[in-house]
Nanobody, 125 residues
């Protein structure tokens, strides 16, 4: 059974930092892309960052490039998102996802088969 469990969300002031972590189990990790998405109430879920577990290749949305860093720890089976220079517009629920579909973009939510329950990030101005 696949499980993705996020942690690390919270309240932070603008300009501050948070580190999200996604503990994954039940996957053959080498086959998967892992990603972080975020979603605000009433809005569509949007891509933040993705990493290919096997080789560490990464993609970022332009809105977070240079501020956020996605990484994976093979020993702990976790995917982390280090978020620096946070802005109020980064306030969202952040979701971890895992997928291995072909023919779809890793920036699209449709690529991913498994999702965590989400963790709230609130950035105050």
């Amino acid at each position: 059974q696949v499980q993705l469990v996020e942690s690390g969300g919270g309240l932070v002031q603008a300009g501050g930092s948070l580190r999200l972590s996604c503990a994954a189990s039940g996957l053959t990790f080498s086959r998967y892309w892992m990603a972080w998405f975020r979603q605000a109430p009433g809005k569509e879920r949007e891509f933040v960052a993705a990493i290919r577990w096997s080789v560490g290749s990464t993609y970022y949305d332009d809105s977070v490039k240079g501020r956020f860093t996605i990484s994976r720890d093979s020993a702990k089976n976790t995917v982390d998102l280090q978020m620096n220079s946070l802005k109020p517009e980064d306030t969202d629920v952040y979701y971890c996802a895992a997928g291995q579909r072909t023919g779809l973009s890793v920036r699209s939510g449709t690529y991913y088969d498994y999702w965590g329950q989400g963790t709230q990030v609130t950035v105050s101005s």
